[in-house]
């Protein structure tokens, strides 16, 4: 698959737990977007890599952190977890970091804590 | 500030029935909007931008400055249109970056 890529799927955790969600994006794309969709927010951004750079920093909690490793995938890592961040975790890629590409977006993660 | 408003929830019409989605931005700038459709069981993807001016699936969008709106409309729905859609701007953030502020999107059901 050439497309976004994101795993796990599903993850079931208890709060004050730590996660970490992975994401892999188009071939070639170098720049890397997180989103959380709950059902009150909608989609909300949370932060953007682009070439392993930190690019723009959205609606993200300071419990919540991101990198993007020299092979360009993308990691965000979720700690101190709390009842509300059970969300679906969407990242998704662009070529380039700098004009209005279309997003591609990965099948997303979905997030409970119980 | 950057803020899409897509004031219905829920959206049902009959096949064959003119359909249109409501989308209405609040941007300082020059905004690039899009629509991006989620159908059941498949990721989001992008249906259409203002700036292509090209209709997609039968749906086209205009851009009204004026009104700051960006309406998404299809003359003639199919029961395939089903999905929940999704108006979005980009607009300059930080560093040049095009984040995307989706608005909470609207779910289309076409009736048989």
């Known amino acids: 698959d050439s497309g976004v890529t994101q795993t796990p799927k599903h993850l079931i955790t208890a709060t004050g737990q730590r996660v970490t969600l992975r994401c892999s994006p188009r071939?070639?794309?170098?720049?890397v977007y997180w989103y959380q969709q709950s059902l009150d927010q909608g989609l909300q951004f949370l932060i953007q890599?682009?070439?392993?750079?930190?690019?723009a920093k959205g609606n993200i909690l300071e419990r919540f952190s991101a990198q993007q490793f020299p092979d360009l995938h993308s990691e965000l890592n979720l700690s101190s977890l709390e009842l509300g961040d059970s969300a679906l975790y969407f990242c998704a890629s662009t070529l380039s970091g700098t004009s209005y590409n279309e997003q591609f977006f990965g099948p997303g993660t979905r997030l409970t804590v119980l | 500030a950057q803020r899409v408003t897509q004031p219905e929830k829920l959206l049902s019409v009959f096949k064959g029935a003119p359909v249109e989605l409501k989308c209405n931005y609040s941007?300082?700038?020059?905004?690039?909007l899009f629509w991006y459709v989620q159908y059941s069981r498949q990721r989001l993807q992008l249906l259409l931008r203002h700036i292509s001016r090209e209709s997609i699936k039968g749906f086209t969008a205009d851009l009204n400055k004026g009104e700051t709106s960006f309406h998404l409309k299809k003359p003639f729905a199919q029961e395939e249109d089903s999905a929940m859609y999704y108006c979005?701007?980009?607009?300059?953030?930080?560093?040049?970056?095009?984040?995307?502020?989706f608005g909470k999107g609207t779910k289309l059901t076409v009736n048989p």
């Open positions: 979005a701007l980009s607009g300059e953030g930080q560093g040049g970056s095009e984040k995307l502020v």
């Open positions: 890599y682009y070439n392993g750079e930190e690019r």
């Open positions: 941007y300082s700038g020059s905004p690039e």
């Open positions: 071939s070639g794309d170098l720049s």
